[in-house]
């Protein structure tokens, strides 16, 4: 069933949640009157927010409130859609890049375009209008303009504005509002949303030339006035980053175009705030609650403040209180799989002796009143991480301090080490501990800070650090943009603090890294005796189960449709492989698939690893992990029918670890479970694409990289609904974003466990460089450097051979050489070039040259030690990749490659791994242990038996021209002799 979808435009609330707001909202109107209705003279508008934070709610309010109060005609753009009419406009222009001064011409036509056929065409016929949501979800029949128009809400309004403007919001968004704003003369107004994540590809398709890609378009919309501009941007956008931070993108022209463009930050909606004005007088436990449920976003506040009665739910009892429907309901709206504004299953685990005043301590978030019995004593103790309990409270300022110093402390030890350079804990961490810390104080910014447990370490960082850094990532990766650097490090940072704490109770040193933190923790009291009065809230952990943040359900569909329904018609015989690349490690996903579709499955991926193999042990950096989504039980069976030979003995691949296969729960991810229900969707929307036909980039073989499938998927034109796009982007960050991310760890594992086995294979990595003492490079000098590579192979084969079985080089075989070798001896056996004389290819004289310098020759004879470790280790790993395709024909494959193949051979790219520095020597040991290796694969019967037929037929040869020779000179004597005799005598 399709998830039911409800429009943010057609039910436009806007609430003055404090002062800010109110003075952003009444800024925005003035100044839209005062360019729009008033000939007036501004700055386009950037409104700044953190995502979540009410960006589209502000653009929503102000498109109803310029159509229908200043009866200006508005239109409403994604960035991403503006993006596809300027690619269009280029196409047809038949350019890659439009000119920057051009923009503002391509949106002014094409916001006459839209007021054109507003006044002229038959609205029942009108698609594609440029109004906020105007999409279809059925493909087949697009949405029209009178069917858009229908279901349209007044604008509920919870402010301060005056009776004439309250009149004119309340009669909606019609034809006739419409029509009014067409016939005025007010300069049109365009809205352009989600600015922040299509920048970079607004970059690629307009020039910057004679300033930023923007400076045109805002120099434009302030003097000549097409039209006026507001634009919704997340913080930290690629546009943002560039000049503000400084960044290697950024230029002085963009620092000019971002001048003309005037921010307005929407304020982060905080408890402090809501108590300001519109929570003004409430009860600080009750303006908790609400924070904590609505995750303070501005909408969801109002909803749940104009829902949940203080009054009447404090007297509700608890199965009442929790069964209440509005908990039930999606935060998004966006059906039965999203997430709820409480995730009230989770109850069911607390004691029952507690429930009586749970939900006093819901509505009431704060540190509350509670006596101690022997039940309630006992039920705390069952599920002591639950709850914070304590005799005395502690203010949460001082554990904002405690945690500053400790976590600056840790956070300057990994700096020095070169990590996490942009992180400042006072602007990326600080501001949001204090929010959750403050969303738990009282009035006097107390919170109870103890547990009913006894192990009060792993209680410390159950109940409180390692959910509170769960929950500070979660804000982070909600209301930061990880398009700023800074933000990017810290989620990084964070988690690697949540390692960093699950050691410090493994290595029972808990109070020396949180020193500050867990001395206030420690010296709180809880002894729970019978009849005390003790301080009671929820713990962190409580906060992290029950309040999940709306992120949304991992699990996609393929658009509105069911993943598991369309698989169940896909052939698996040569589905699509879904994969990830990075440093040279592919990753093959496995999904959780049924029985049947697994089995074939697996086989397809068995003949495309079977396919890939000699590829990947060709090229030295490479690694394959193949990495289980599910189905646990397969991959015993799946190991030993891809890493095992017939004969049951590991693959060189296996061997080396170049190749492996693991279940995702073994890397125990945070966050792990959902990430790897992400993972597994996206997977299934690939086979599914691939079917279909519907996902381009595939690569060879029917693979897709399952990054850019992401990209895709998170695209408006995919997911229309912008809570998914928000989601994927969510979840696709965590796969692929940090050094903590799925893609990261995965090939970090890959790459460790690769050079691990080298170093067993071979030797240590760290110890390989100082092993190579053979000094092969000292045999050329700078006339022998130059020699022909088969000649210089030759002389070190034979070195490497002879080495500590002679003192010298054989007298004989330099006399040899010496005969056949000089051009000016009648023996000179001249190299040919030939390809079907190969083996006739020696440049001897060449050869004899090297060999007859006897010092280095006779050195290197004795120095080099054949029987060492290394060696011995070298020449088993070269043996066992040996290509046995060369080991045809010696007399002519085998020379073929050591003159042709040997100097460019793969088996240098091992080198390359273990060698810091790309060791020449160490290259050169592997070539020749490689060539020494692959000549030993050769019968050697068949080339002395060539040999032997080719010396017999060389005599035979000689005694036939000798038969020849002795003919010709019987002939000579019997016609020259009588005649001499006769003559002479």
């Known amino acids: 069933m399709a998830e039911t979808y409800i429009s943010q435009i057609k039910s436009t609330e806007w609430v003055d949640l404090s002062n800010e707001h109110k003075r952003i909202r009444t800024s925005l109107e003035h100044v839209i009157e005062n360019t729009c209705c008033s000939n007036g003279y501004s700055q386009p508008i950037m409104l700044q927010g953190a995502f979540g934070i009410g960006k589209t709610a502000t653009l929503n309010y102000l498109f109803h409130y310029a159509w229908e109060v200043l009866k200006v005609p508005t239109f409403h753009l994604l960035l991403s859609d503006l993006v596809d009419i300027i690619k269009e406009v280029a196409k047809q222009q038949g350019v890659d890049q439009i000119q920057n001064e051009d923009l503002g011409l391509i949106i002014k036509n094409t916001i006459d375009n839209q007021i054109q056929k507003l006044k002229n065409e038959d609205w029942s016929n009108l698609t594609n209008v440029m109004f906020p949501e105007f999409t279809s979800m059925d493909i087949e029949h697009p949405l029209v303009l009178e069917t858009y128009l229908k279901d349209f809400e007044a604008v509920q309004i919870d402010a301060d504005i005056d009776e004439k403007t309250k009149d004119l919001l309340s009669k909606g968004f019609t034809k006739e509002v419409i029509e009014e704003a067409l016939n005025s003369k007010n300069v049109p107004l365009l809205l352009i949303d989600e600015f922040e994540s299509k920048f970079t590809d607004l970059k690629k398709i307009v020039t910057s030339s004679g300033g930023g890609i923007l400076r045109a378009l805002f120099d434009q919309v302030v003097s000549n006035k ?54 003004h007088g409430e009860c600080k436990g009750y303006v908790n609650f609400i924070w904590w449920v609505s995750r303070c976003r501005p909408g969801q506040i109002k909803r749940l403040h104009d829902t949940i009665d203080y009054k009447i739910y404090s007297n509700l009892d608890f199965s009442v209180f929790i069964t209440q429907s509005i908990f039930s309901e999606p935060i998004d709206g966006t ?57 005395e409270t502690v203010k949460s300022e001082k554990i904002a301090v405690g945690l500053q110093k400790d976590l600056s ?54 109940a409180f650090a390692i959910p509170m850094l769960e929950i500070v990532y979660d804000f982070i990766s909600q209301y930061e943009d990880d398009n700023d650097v800074s933000f990017k490090q810290t989620k990084d940072f964070i988690l690697d603090c949540i390692k960093w704490t699950e050691n410090a109770v493994e290595e029972r040193d808990l109070n020396l890294k949180y020193d500050e933190t867990y001395r206030l923790f420690d010296y709180s009291r809880c002894d729970l005796r019978p009849n005390d009065e003790v301080m009671i809230q929820y713990s962190f952990d409580s906060i992290r189960q029950m309040i999940e943040q709306p992120i949304g359900d991992p699990r996609l569909k393929y658009k509105d449709a069911s993943l598991d329904v369309l698989l169940s018609s896909v052939s698996m015989n ?7 690349e990075k440093s040279d490690c592919k990753i093959l996903f496995i999904p959780q698939l049924e029985d049947n579709a697994i089995k074939e499955y697996l086989k397809r991926v068995k003949s495309f690893v079977s396919a890939s193999m000699s590829h990947m042990l ?16 397969y991959i015993g069976e799946f190991k030993d029918e891809v890493l095992k030979t017939a004969n049951g003995e590991l693959t060189p691949a296996a061997k080396m670890s170049k190749i492996g296969i693991d279940s995702y729960d073994e890397f125990n991810f945070k966050f792990g479970g959902k990430t790897c229900d992400f993972i597994d969707s996206v997977v299934k929307i690939i086979i599914i694409g691939s079917s279909k036909g519907t996902l381009s980039d595939s690569h060879p073989d029917n693979c897709y990289d ?55 294979l ?97 050195y290197l004879l004795k120095h080099i030690d054949t029987s060492t470790d290394l060696y011995v280790a070298i020449n088993n790993f070269t043996s066992m990749l040996v290509d046995e395709k060369i080991a045809g024909n010696l007399t002519h494959q085998f020379i073929k490659f ?86 002479f005598w």
């Open 409 to 462: 402390k840790y956070l300057k030890i990994k700096q020095d080490e070169g990590l996490y350079p942009r992180v400042d804990y006072l602007k990326n961490l600080h501001k949001y501990f204090s929010y959750v810390l403050n969303a738990c104080s009282n009035a006097d910014g107390e919170i109870a800070f103890k547990t009913a447990s006894r192990r009060y370490e792993e209680s410390f960082t159950k």
């Open 226 to 279: 097409p039209f006026y501009l507001i634009i919704g941007n997340g913080p930290g956008s690629a546009y943002e980053i560039s000049k503000e931070q400084g960044t290697e993108e950024s230029t002085d022209n963009e620092a000019a175009g971002n001048r003309r463009l005037k921010p307005m930050q929407i304020p982060f909606p905080t408890v402090q705030l809501l108590q300001q004005k519109f929570m």
């Open 706 to 760: 399952i990054v850019k499938v992401m990209e895709t998927i998170s695209l408006s034109s995919w997911s229309p609904r912008k809570e998914d796009r928000r989601t994927i982007e969510h979840y696709s960050k965590l796969v692929t974003e940090g050094e903590n991310s799925t893609i990261d760890t995965i090939s970090r594992k890959a790459i460790e466990l690769y050079h691990n086995a080298l170093g067993n």
């Open 762 to 858: 071979l030797c240590p990595l760290e110890r390989y460089d100082s092993n190579l003492d053979y000094e092969l490079s000292t045999l050329f000098d700078e006339n022998t450097i130059t020699y022909e590579p088969l000649s210089r192979f030759v002389c070190m084969m034979y070195i490497i051979e002879h080495a500590g079985k002679c003192q010298a080089v054989s007298q004989n075989l330099l006399e040899l050489l010496k005969m056949v070798g000089v051009r000016s001896n009648p023996l000179y056996f001249e190299p040919k070039v030939e390809e079907s004389s190969v083996h006739e290819s020696y440049h001897l004289d060449q050869i004899h040259n090297i060999l007859k310098n006897s010092d280095k020759v006779n």
């Open 335 to 391: 059906g039965n799989d999203a997430v709820k504004y409480l995730k009230t299953e989770y109850f069911n685990s607390i004691d029952s002796n507690l429930w009586a005043s749970m939900g006093t301590w819901l509505l009431n978030f704060e540190p509350c009143k509670i006596n101690v019995t022997r039940d309630v004593r006992d039920a705390l103790m069952r599920c002591a991480d639950a709850f914070f309990v304590s005799e």
């Open 574 to 580: 040569n589905a699509a492989i879904a994969f990830a």
């Open 618 to 633: 060709h090229r030295g950096v490479e690694t394959m992990r193949i990495v289980f989504l599910g189905n646990q039980d």
């Open 898 to 983: 050591l003159r042709n193949d040997i100097s460019n051979h793969w088996i240098g790219e091992y080198n390359s791994v273990m060698s810091k520095y790309s060791s020449y020597e160490g290259d050169m040991l592997v070539r020749l242990s490689y060539a020494m290796s692959v000549s030993k694969m050769v019968s050697y019967d068949k080339l002395r038996q060539e040999t032997v037929n080719r010396v017999d037929t060389s005599i035979n040869h000689i005694q036939e021209k000798r038969s020849e020779i002795v003919d010709t000179i019987e002939g000579f004597q019997d016609r020259f002799i009588p005649y001499w005799i006769t003559t």
